[in-house]
């Protein structure tokens, strides 16, 4: 089979286009004849080694998994010997490693059925940020009429943020770019601000929840758009240095600066469960959330894809056409 694979950390040049063979299916497993997968911050992390106190979980000299991607939706080929959820033939989003390729494994608490109203590569925006998403308005505790800010709302984690507060009942702010503003007002935001023209932590105005997935302001500085009693959740590890990343701001000093505050401040380790994957698929079926693509590109050229992604904010996900 075709896949996407690096042999060591890196700029996008490191990665190649090469014949590999089918992956082997345990018995707890399913194996995905892959339609889509997806780019994200996760595939870049993962592809330069960075921040480098990730490398004992991702490999020291190389990565340990060394076909990128992990968002996937695609068909069933063959599941496992205990699986019984699934059969050859059904369409399904998950998590799986190594998915730029033309088939991936999936273990099957990572996998779920692929909600009829969307696209393969619609669905392949979903799992991971849909799940982080998720994750994170519930640990803000978001509530009917509070007002919740989106920092970097336009992006692939951002749009599905947007939607899902509001689907909590909160009334939501998003903060993207100036070209960005019609796309965010598009999938349902109360209100934008454009951080380009406005500083919207002057203490002018205050949110009762905010979620940062642009991960590059200073707290002292979030701390002044949150009220008094505020929640503050970091969403992601982006921003700060090569070594933690922006790990410290959210999962360190946030918590630490809370116990001398009255404003809850921290970050999201998210993690994908089955639970939260089936969750985030029912807010699709009901026609609450829209996966949001904002290129695609096919499986060669996904070295371009990362280096899109790098450029700067695209509008929504980035996904990787693999037939």
Same mark, same amino acid.
């Given at each position: 089979?075709? +896949?996407? !694979?690096? *042999? =060591?950390?890196?700029?996008?040049? /490191?990665?190649?286009?090469?014949?590999?063979?089918?992956?082997?299916?345990?018995?707890?497993?399913?194996?995905? =004849? /892959?339609?889509?997968?997806?780019?994200?911050?996760?595939? &870049?992390?993962?592809?330069?080694?960075?921040?480098? #106190?990730?490398?004992? !979980?991702?490999?020291?000299?190389?990565?340990? @998994?060394?076909?990128?991607?992990?968002?996937?939706?695609?068909? @069933?080929?063959?599941?496992?010997?205990?699986?019984?959820?699934?059969?050859?033939?059904?369409?399904?989003?998950?998590?799986?490693?190594?998915?730029?390729?033309?088939?991936?494994?999936?273990?099957?608490?990572?996998?779920? =059925?692929?909600?009829?109203?969307?696209?393969?590569?619609?669905?392949? +925006?979903?799992?991971?940020?849909?799940?982080?998403?998720?994750?994170?308005?519930?640990?803000?505790?978001?509530?009917?009429?509070?007002?919740?800010? $989106?920092?970097?709302? +336009?992006?692939? @984690?951002?749009?599905?943020?947007?939607?899902?507060?509001?689907?909590?009942?909160? %009334?939501?702010?998003? $903060?993207?770019?100036?070209?960005?503003? *019609?796309?965010?007002?598009?999938?349902?935001?109360?209100? $934008?601000?454009?951080?380009?023209?406005?500083?919207?932590?002057?203490?002018?105005?205050?949110?009762? @929840?905010?979620?940062?997935?642009?991960?590059? =302001?200073?707290?002292?500085?979030?701390?002044?758009?949150?009220?008094?009693?505020?929640?503050?959740?970091?969403?992601?590890?982006?921003?700060?240095? %090569? &070594?933690?990343?922006?790990?410290?701001?959210? #999962?360190?000093?946030?918590?630490?600066?809370?116990?001398?505050?009255?404003?809850?401040?921290?970050?999201?380790?998210?993690?994908?469960?089955?639970?939260?994957?089936?969750?985030? +698929?029912?807010?699709?079926?009901?026609?609450?959330?829209?996966?949001?693509?904002?290129?695609?590109?096919?499986?060669?050229?996904?070295?371009?894809?990362?280096?899109?992604?790098?450029?700067?904010?695209?509008?929504?996900?980035?996904?990787?056409?693999?037939?």
């Amino acid at each position: 089979m075709k +896949a996407i !694979v690096q *042999d =060591r950390y890196g700029s996008a040049d /490191v990665l190649e286009l090469r014949d590999i063979d089918v992956p082997v299916i345990g018995e707890n497993d399913v194996l995905v =004849r /892959v339609h889509a997968a997806a780019a994200g911050p996760d595939v &870049w992390h993962i592809m330069t080694g960075k921040p480098y #106190m990730a490398r004992p !979980v991702l490999g020291f000299r190389r990565p340990k @998994v060394p076909v990128r991607g992990w968002d996937v939706a695609g068909t @069933v080929e063959a599941v496992g010997a205990n699986i019984t959820r699934f059969v050859p033939g059904d369409e399904v989003l998950g998590v799986a490693e190594g998915s730029f390729a033309e088939y991936a494994i999936a273990p099957a608490d990572k996998v779920v =059925r692929k909600p009829a109203r969307l696209s393969f590569e619609q669905a392949a +925006a979903l799992p991971i940020s849909g799940v982080t998403a998720l994750q994170a308005v519930r640990k803000a505790d978001v509530k009917p009429g509070q007002d919740v800010l $989106v920092i970097g709302a +336009a992006g692939g @984690v951002g749009t599905l943020l947007v939607q899902i507060a509001k689907a909590f009942g909160g %009334r939501v702010t998003g $903060v993207s770019s100036t070209s960005k503003l *019609d796309l965010v007002r598009s999938i349902g935001a109360d209100d $934008v601000v454009d951080y380009t023209l406005q500083d919207f932590t002057d203490g002018s105005r205050r949110w009762d @929840v905010i979620l940062d997935t642009a991960g590059r =302001r200073p707290l002292r500085q979030l701390r002044r758009a949150l009220s008094p009693k505020g929640t503050l959740v970091v969403v992601g590890g982006d921003g700060g240095g %090569r &070594w933690t990343g922006g790990f410290f701001r959210g #999962m360190l000093r946030g918590p630490l600066v809370s116990l001398f505050v009255g404003q809850k401040l921290g970050g999201l380790n998210s993690k994908t469960t089955l639970e939260d994957l089936q969750a985030v +698929a029912d807010l699709i079926e009901a026609g609450t959330v829209t996966p949001v693509v904002d290129r695609t590109f096919q499986l060669v050229e996904a070295p371009d894809a990362i280096r899109y992604l790098a450029q700067g904010h695209p509008g929504g996900k980035v996904v990787i056409d693999v037939g």
